[in-house]
């Protein structure tokens, strides 16, 4: 039996973390100047805290809400850059 399909009579949900990006957003030019390099937890609309680390944001958050999705996010003025080449097969 394969556990990754979706038991019948049950629809599946996505999850999507548009609200909390939103929150993010707004907020995000006065946290540089007051909380840069912190890592934020924010569920819905609520900004449930900073803290120190990625780690230490989800503790919390698991802690708080169960395990659910969560936004937590480094607070920075500029967004990483990651660069990841094309590989051939």
């Known amino acids: 039996m394969d556990r990754a399909k979706a ?4 629809r599946l949900r996505r999850t999507t973390l548009n609200r909390e990006q939103a929150v993010y957003d707004a907020n995000l ?3 540089v100047k ?4 912190a890592h934020v937890l ?3 609309d609520e900004v449930v805290g900073f803290y120190p680390t990625r780690e230490a944001a989800l503790d919390a958050g698991y802690a ?9 996010k480094k607070i920075a ?6 660069n990841i ?3 051939l097969l």
């Open 7 to 10: 038991r019948p009579g049950r």
């Open 29 to 31: 030019s006065r946290w």
């Open 34 to 37: 007051e909380q840069d390099g």
């Open 42 to 44: 924010i569920k819905g």
């Open 64 to 72: 708080r809400f169960g395990v659910v999705p969560l936004f937590v």
């Open 77 to 82: 003025a500029t967004e990483p850059v990651y």
């Open 85 to 87: 080449p094309n590989a």
